[in-house]
Each structure stands twice: as C-alpha cells, then as structure tokens.
C-alpha cells in the first residue's frame, strides 16, 4: 500500500461551492485545504507594520527561537522556511551525505510524495524504505538494515541518518519507548535521527507528552516541525538539537531560495501557533474529529479500517456503492491504491483543526442513508 | 564595483525605534523592509475562507495565469514562488543544462547574492559575469563572449542562456532597443534569455511602455517577475512565454520545496499586486522618492552619483563624516564596496512604495545640517 | 537476497602466493581479478606508437565506431569509457531526468554496487528495485509499478527508464521474448531503455543469438557493454542505439572526467577484444568453467544451487565446513547474505576467460575430500 | 586571453602520416598526444600476470602509497584515477562544499577547460578567476578576494579554497616563495590548498627542488598529480597530504566511476614513473626541448614571446604566413585566442618525454626558410 499513487481527490473541494451549502464542510481531501487559523492571520496582520531588518535579522525570528527552546526545554537553532518538502529535504541533507543512504519507512512522505526532494538537496542520497506495514519502522527490520550496513564497503551508499515520521503516513503514532529503541540503534551506528512532524502536533495531542520527550530526548537530531496542516499559511521550521548539524544551514537554505526576504512574516506564524498552546489545542480538534469519523465508521457495515486512528487521518476500505454516494453529496477524499485482495477501495479522510462535529456527522449520516 | 559585499546596514531598523519617533522611515536599506501593502494584505484576509484544493488547484492560481497572460498580452504559463532567488534559479534551470554557461552582467542578483542557487538548480552550470560598468551588458562584450563561445568544443561549459537584469542592481534601466539588441544577439546563438524582474515594475515605472514590450517582444523567454519588493508579503512569478520551457516545471518547484500546498495565499497576492494597477503605482511611488532623495544628493556638496537614478536605488558616494551624521540620525542603508581611487564610501540608498517625501527631506536635512 | 552485502572474499587473492602453487588459479572472487588477456595487451603495445590525436580524434576511436555498427547491424554512437560504473551511470543520465526514476530488478548492480552513482551522474533520481527474486524483472511487477506511475503526478519521481542486467547479478539469462515484453511495456509507457550488458558476452554465449537481437530489436536504446570482465584492462563502452540521446553525451563524458586525453588506449582494447570474435570465444570459455563447475557442486551432498547457472556466476548453498575447507585450500569466492531459513552459507563463484578445466576440478577435488 | 578558446590543432596528427615522414615528430598540440613511455608499457606488461584482488586491494596500489610517502617525505593518502580532470574535480570536492567558492587564476583548466567538472563534483561551487595575467595568482589580487570573501554573509558562496596550477596554463613556475606567500594568505583565512600538478614534473625539473618543498611544505593540501603528460597510459593520483581530507575519498571515487576494478594497471603505470625517477627524467627532456625551442622562436624575425619559457609549452605570436608554413610542413599545434591589438597569432607548442633535438630543429628550418 502506498499512498502517494493517488487519484484526485472526489468530491468539490473548490472554495465556493459545496462547502457553503447548509454550511457543511465537506472536504475530507487534507488538512492543508483549511484557511489560515483566525489566530495566525491576526498575528500576520500585526506584524505587517513599519520597517523590518529583512532575512531574519527581525525581532519575530529572534522571540521565535527563544520560544522553541522553552518550549522543548533545551537549546535548539530554529530555521523556518514555507514548506514541508522543503524542511524535510534541508534537514536531511545536513544529516546524509551525497553518498549516502536514509533509511525510512517506504510510506515515507520523503519517499514517495516529495518528488526527489530529499535526492536533490542531499545530492543525491538513496532513500531505502522499510516495508514495516503500519508507517511505524519496526525494530527487527531496522535491525537487519543497520547490520546489512555495517558489513558494506565504498560500493555501497553509506548508510548515515534515519527519518522517522510522527505521526506516520497512515495516522499511527509512534510511542516514546518505540521511538527510543529505534533511535538508539540507529545513533549506536553512527547515524543522525531526522523526525518528519508535519503533523507531530497530532502526536502530541494522542500521547499528551511532552514536546520534549518525544524529540530530543527520543534521540531526535533534527525535527522537521509543521504548522502548515494546523492553521498556518505556509509555515515549517527546522529544530536543529545537534547544533553542529546547524552550521551552513542559512547557507544551504538561501542556496535553495529558502530564506524570506520578509522573515518576520514567516516567524510569526509559527509564534503566533505556538503561544497560548494554538498548536495543541488546533491539533486536539482534529484528532477528535478524526476520532469521532472513525467510531461512526466502525459501526458502518462493509467499511475495514486497516489502522488504529491515533491522529487526524482515517483510512478505511468501502465498497465503491459508499464512495459514490460520498461523491455525490460533495465529499472531498483521496483514493488510494487498494491492496489486492481487498474487496471495495481504501480511502483516505483527513479532518483539520477547522473540522467541526457537524462536518463529521454529515459524512456519516450520508453512508448511513445509502441502502 | 560588487554590490554583494556590504556591510551590515546601518541605522535602526527594527520594526520599532526609530521609525516611530517623529513617524518618520528612515530604514533605506532595501525595499525588501517594507511591510504587506494594505492591498495585498487585505486580499490575503479575504482569501482566508473556506475550504480550497492544494497546490496550485485553487480558482486563485487559475485567475492569476488568465490575469497575467491578459497583462503581458500574450499566452504564457505562470509559477509563483515564495522568493527571488527560487524564482530566478528555477527558471535557469529550464533554460540552462548542468554542463552549460549562463551569460549575465558581473554585478547580477544571480552571480552574487544567491549563494550558488542557480548552480544548485541547474545543477553546476557556471555563470559568466560580463563587467559591463553600470549593470546593463553592452553589447560589444556580448559578441565577444559569444564568440568565444562559438569556437569552443565538448571541454568547455556550453554557453546556453543569457540573463538580464530589469532594473539592473545599479539602478539603471535597459530601453527596449538595447534590450532587444542583446537579446536578438544571444537567440541568434541559441541561446535562452532569462529577465530578472525583481524590480521589473520599477523598470516599467521608468521606460513607460507596455509589459509585453519589454519582455516577450523583447526576446525574454522566462520573466523572473517579483512583488515582494513592491509590496508582497514573499511572492514571485515564473512566467514562462516559451511555452515549452513549462515542461516539468510543476517538478522542478516540487523537488525544490516551492510548491505551497496553501497556494492560494500565494496566487492572491499577486493577483492583488496586478489588479487595479496597484504594482505599477507601487512602482511609480518608488521610482519618484529615489528621483526626490537624487536630486537632493545632486545638490549636496561633497555628493558623487555614479550612476543615474532610473528605478528606486540610489547609489551615491558620501564623505564618512556624512554618514556618521546619517546613522546618528537613524538612517539605514547598506555600505557597498567602494571603488579603489575613490574618495568617500559608496553607500546605496532604497525607496520603497512606503516611502515618503518627508522620509526623504529628512534625510536630506540631516545631510544639510553637517557643517 | 542482495548480492551487495558482501564480506571480504576468502582465500588468497594476491597476485603472488595461492595461484602459483601448483600452477592452479584458486581465485573465484570475481571476473575482474584476471589479467588483461593476451590479445588485448599484444594491441594496447601496439598502438603506443606515433602521435596520436587527443580526445577521440584518434583513428583507432573512428574504427571502433564502425565495426560496433557492423556488428549490431545498425547505425550507433559509441563513447568509451574505463569502468562500468561510469558506463551504466552516464547512459542513465542521457534517459532519466533529475527528477526521473528508473525501474531495475532490485539486485542490480546499478542499485547496489556502485555507491550512488546513477545518483549521482543523474542529479537524484530515484532507481526502484523490484523483487523479482532470480535477477530478470517479471512482467507482473513491471506492469504493476507503470500502472502506479502513471497515476501519479507531480509530487512523485517520474518513471522514466527501464534498466535490464543482461546476464543478470544472479547468473540468470533473459530469453529475447521476455526481454521484448518488458521492454515494449516500457516504451509503451514512455519509458526509455538501459541495459547493463556488463556481463553481455555471457549471456550471448549462452543464448546462441546475435548482438542485434538481444539488445537494439528487444528495445534497448543504450547498452552498456562491458570488456573488462572478459580480457580488457578497464575498458566499456557506451553504444547508443537512439541517436538523439547521444546528444551532448561528450559534455556528459567530459566533466565528469571520463575522457581520456590518450583514448586511443581505450578504444584500441575494445577493438581488439571485438575482433575475431575474441569478445565471444572469452564469454564461451568462462560460461563452460561455470557450468563445469556448477556440475560438479550439484553432486556435492549438501550443495543447493538457488539459480540456474546460465552464465559465469555460481551461486551455491554450501555448510561452513566446506567453506572453510575452500579457504583453507586457497580458494577465493565471496560469502552473500544468506536468505533467512537457509541452512548453510551461499557463496557466489566466478569464472572467467583465464578459467581452466584443472582450475575447476581442485576446487571441487578439496569439497569431495571433506568427510 | 584565455586558451580554452582553441580552435582545432593544425597539421597532420593522426598517427600514421605526418610522423613517420623523415621520423620527424611534427606534432606540438599536446603533451598528451604521445605515445606510452616503454618503462610504463614494460611495467603494464610484466603485472598482467595471475590474478589479483580488484578494487585497490592489490600489491602495486600498496606499494606506490609508500612510494609516494618516501618521496614526498611524509605521510600521505595516494588515490589512482584516470584522467586529470577526475584527479582535480575529486580533489576540489574533498575541499569546497557545494555552496562554497574556490579561486583559482582565470586561465586555470579547472576553470575552462573541464566542462564544468568541478561545479559537478563539488555539487555547484562557483569557480572565482583571478586575472593575474601569466597564470601564477598574484597576491595582491588574492588579498582582495579574501577580504571580499571576510566581508561576506549567508548571501555569497563561502570561499572555502585555493587552487594552484603548478607549472601554469601559461608555462610559468611558481617559485616556492611566491606559493607559500599566497598559500599562506588563504590558509590564514580558513581556505584548503589544491595544486593542480599535471605538469608538476615540468616545474619540478625547472626548479630543481624536492618535490616536497613545493607541495605540502608550500601549504598544498591536495595535489594532483599528473603523469599521463609525461609518459603514462591513462595515470594520474589524488596526493592527499591532510589525511582528514581522504575520508570517504573511496566512495567519492566509486560513485564517479573512478575506481578501476583491475586498479593494478593503473597503479602500475604510476609505480613505473616514479621509479628509477623516470618522471624527472621525463619532465627534463620535454623542458629541454622547449627551451631549445624558445630559443630558437626568440631569433625568429617576427615572432613575439609573451611569456617565459619555463616548463614544456611554449607560447608564441607568429604571423599567418609562417602559421601557413608550419602546417604547409605538417606541424601540430593549437591558435590560441590571439589577446586585442596584436599582430599577428598567437599559438601554443607543446614538448613531450618523447619530442627529440630534431623534431625541433625541424620546425625551426620550416621558419627560417619563410622569406
């Protein structure tokens, strides 16, 4: 299963149109098809007055990085930049050499929905993608993986960092111990640990941990750090906790066209998701939703849901007959390749920080009401 | 002379301070400190509603090509990008192959600010700097270049592109004979031609003439077009006339990270810089604060101007007991390399669509006062 | 199974010691452990005469051209290069974009062994091994990974090669017929053609066909043919079948350093190697000691031969004790990872043109002799 | 001026023709146009014998780094490749990350002559041309570009090395004071040293000095080492005297193609030319006979030197119609690009290892009998 051989999206999931009707939202495609959370774009309307020093010598990124660090209760360097592909790909080429290989889940987003991303800003770096089911690397695969590695020469790629994605592709969530075990083998053979948390806000909101806890002192090096699916414009950063992995960076992201001119636009973002805990609370509503989706297709006769729902995505497998009628009422969602074997057609449904019980319950109520 | 070696600006230029007192800007150290132009903020606010499809498949992004295609009387594909530097180094490389050359003037964005971007995008094409003078590349150097070109085999980097600079980094502006001199030069050779625009509105606030004419009927077959200098808050357009250098353009800003999935609030910021005019007023404000601050330099004893003030960047050469006075006052401004057998310190001097007339007689004034 | 996980191989693989004794070649590492076989080095003598035109321009190059076209009964570019690495990465480069990806079978050496070459030469793209399981790519899995690629867009690597290992990393030969299904597959869907021919003349002694019939009429538009595995000093050649991708493949060759400034050197080894049917009598020879050999172990109590030895590479399941029998005898062979549930360890033994009968027999005399 | 810009070599240069009448050598293009040294063709004959590990594990790569270490009279890292451009582009990338800058003279063949290798192997650093004018960088210039450098942010390519052409493009030596001034100047300043030494047994024999004085004790970090110039096969080696500069060398080897499976016969090659000091013996006769024929061109009625003849090229403006009496006789040689407001052509002559008294007496008649 393999979720970036997508087709497009059911359903309208334009601006006007199907939302508006009674007021339903009814576009399950991503939580990236969210506006900018009201918070965030006062925050940016605020900021937009008088003069700026430009490429981050803003006092927005300096309080930015202040409040990084108190919230994940340790030194850090913070670089953001607009998107996640792009934080992804810069992290991880501060962490792999051109000649070298990361290993991932082969759900990876960095696998397969980045276009190369991470092979154009590493120079050229194999991703090697274990095949461990559910999103979450498995211990023993990594295992063979680290041993294969160490009993290879210059012929082979050097196997150099591990990329963990939290919460996965396919909505599960790491635990804190999962994820220690699989960072110590990974850090015991050299390797640096790069965490994709394009949705780590979802994560947090399952485990109620503490950001701290399931990053660095997890044995992550590099988070890549989203605010884009929950509530932002356009707005990632980087969280480098091995410092010496922060050195070049500005250089390496102003070689990518990754640097703002008007940083502070950036920055504020990102503050103003991260003050008065924005991020947790826009990110506990989405996992509610999600919860609320996924009970009500449990009791949906003929849906299989392959995954614990642990955060916002819901994958299930319904008979097409269900789709149709989802179709037919404006529902957005994503088909993704159906496992062969399985009888109907797995589906992704993503809810956001803007969902609303309502939305929800409309989708389900129009399953329920086909015969 | 290279303008990429400047020293921190001088003067205040944090959102706070100086500004403030007396409300007047004294921050000319780029066009790039500005904030969002009420516009364009406006239009972002107003985008903010509702559910939208990802990555470009939003009614914004559709109504910006149409819109800019209306513009530039012609049909062309459009790419918005959040920076300068993506926007430039992505259209070189898709006019410019990873053994080959690019042709641009000594002094260009491309060459010295950028960080090698158009050599990471392209994927190690050298750029050639052509020491024009004053930031236009004459076309006595051109021939030659090309020339030298012609006569060279598989051991050296084949020269594929020329770049333009419109205005140029010394403020100075091509009149359309020059430009499609160059340019019918360079397309003889088969080569592509490339135009920055980061101030292209300032270029056209100038010359007076039609969009169109100077670019595509100029010979330009990518427009690196920018707004964020003329109010954006961080957005740029690739617009591509030879329709075939589209291709795979959508992968080259996937793998480059410059895609938004939140397109929208990239496309309705240029569509608000383009609607109603707002880009060319914004373009004509600049331009006449430049003139103003120029013609009162002309006036100031001690004052050498090495170029003509053409767009929104001045370049004056000013004792340093001047510029003490300046940055005791708040000023802000870049120092740039001063030329050896010169007498002063170059400095370079920004309007912006913000700028005032009585932020510039202030400046003005303090220079006055210096006995 | 993957051949690149490799311990260092065993027995004594010095150029002194182990072989001479007895006037018997123990060495069974590799194919390119022999020396240059005695008509290639009689031509490389020869041609270090007079002065010659650097680059390419040289006689010997121009007739190495010609009779590459003879003998592939059609009009080809050939580039020679010095290893196959090289060879397979540039030819890769000339069919797959840098944001490209290329379909082989996962044990190929160009996914394994060449430390992210095609990686590199190529600027990042992708290579997807598909676990076809004996080294030749079924046609089920071709069709299912084109069906994935064509439903993607442009968040994923475009597909855009097939590479095929002929004879492949497992000994195995791909019959015309099957060879011409997956390449029509791939060329149906767009995809251009790569054939790692670095063992060729392996599998053309084997097949008993025409080089035309097992490379440019079954779909390949580059071969990468290999000389040095069969009597050359470091020589393979590039022969591009598809003329427009020879386009530019000198610049190709040229920065990455892969012209020699004395090609006469190169091309004379591969005109003499492909004269009087040298190149086959070697792949004859070698494939004889193989099937010799593989003879011999399948009456070994305890041998398992996972593949058919259509080749010169045995692979051979054998209990550590006979192993270490090997090694105490002198024999060099390489340990491969051994599939999990295996009892016992596969090695994999390589013949070569300089393989003799005696060679084959005391190595299968030591086995016999174990109790 | 700048010899990249080469027209094709006069005069006949295949390898039959010209030459063999009367035995005169009429071939002056290249030092690379020669044949194999017989020591080096006896030395490749007499190790194609047995077998012998591949890859670099073989007897003659072991011997020829202790080889070099007792030449140079130090500890030091020595990696065979097979081409100049190779040894140099692997070289600069172990100094210079991919957004860094390297200077180097304007004329230097990293910087024209290779087809962008360098910006392929480092992954897009900027090549900065000093124009010194006789291809030894003057200090004064350096100077300037290291403070340019010093002033420089995250905007600019980080300068990060120097690299030296010993002797030069132009037949000039470096004399030991002048290196260790500007190597001096850029260590100080953080940058690596490379020595591009394709010709250093030219300058060698010119200075008459160890070859220790003029590299690693001149502050070079990495040097290239040529020996194809003067008598090899295909032989040059990567001379790694800051050993934490050859990390990882072997997997940037292997990924480049640059590993030789059979790597004896080319560590062979470079064995042979070091010993007996044949490589000194080599570059001394090809001094000699240039400077037999400076002399000779200084008597010539007409002709113009514009530099001192220092090493085995000779550079000399000629009027057209002795040109057309040189290839009237059959005399190899290249135009250079002739520099603005002289008269006549300027051209290069190249000596060998293998060019006699007669051969350039030859030349010299053809002159002198132009009435």
């Known amino acids: 299963m393999n979720q970036n051989t997508v087709e497009q999206p059911s359903g309208d999931t334009s601006a006007s149109g199907g939302d508006t009707a009674a007021h339903i939202r009814r576009n399950f495609a991503s939580d990236n098809v ?55 790909s810069l992290a991880l080429s501060a962490l792999c050499p051109p000649w070298g290989a990361v290993l991932c889940d082969e759900s990876a987003h960095i696998n397969n929905e980045e276009c190369g991303a991470p092979e154009f800003f590493t120079h050229g770096a194999k991703l090697l993608g274990l095949p461990s089911g559910d999103g979450r690397i498995s211990p023993d695969l990594l295992k063979r ?38 960072t110590g083998m990974a850090r015991d053979a050299g390797l640096g640990v790069h965490m994709d948390g394009a949705r780590l806000v979802n994560a947090l909101a399952f485990l109620d941990c503490s950001p701290a806890e399931i990053t660095w002192r997890s044995g992550v090096d590099i988070l890549s750090l989203g605010a884009t699916k929950s509530g932002a414009m356009a707005a990632e950063m980087m969280v480098v906790f091995d410092l010496a992995r922060a050195e070049e960076m500005d250089r390496r992201r102003k070689r990518a066209g990754h640097i703002w001119s008007k940083q502070r636009f950036l920055s504020v973002q990102l503050l103003a998701w991260l003050g008065d805990d924005l991020w947790l609370r826009n ?56 496992p062969p074997g399985v009888d109907g057609t797995l589906i992704r449904l993503v809810t956001g920080y803007d969902t609303r019980a309502e939305d929800v319950d409309a989708l389900l109520e129009v399953l329920a009401a086909v015969e």
């Open 34 to 88: 969210s506006p900018v959370c009201p918070e965030i774009l006062a925050a940016l309307n605020a900021a937009s007055t008088g003069s700026a020093s430009s490429y981050g010598g803003d006092p927005w990124t300096e309080k930015l990085e202040r409040r990084v660090c108190e919230i994940f209760e340790t030194e850090a360097r913070v670089f953001p930049v607009s998107t996640g592909t792009a934080c992804n």
């Open 283 to 338: 990110g506990r509503i989405a996992n509610e939703m999600a919860a609320r989706l996924a009970r009500g297709l449990l009791r949906q006769p003929g849906a299989v849901m392959p995954f614990d729902t642990e955060s916002n995505e819901v994958f299930v497998v319904l008979p097409e007959l269900l789709l149709e009628a989802l179709e037919a009422a404006g529902f957005g969602f994503y088909r993704w390749v159906t």
């Open 145 to 182: 993986a680290l041993e294969k590695a160490a009993s290879e020469g210059s012929h082979s790629s050097k196997v150099s960092a591990l990329s963990v994605t939290q919460a996965t592709e396919w909505g599960t969530v790491y635990r804190p111990g999962h994820l220690r075990e699989i």
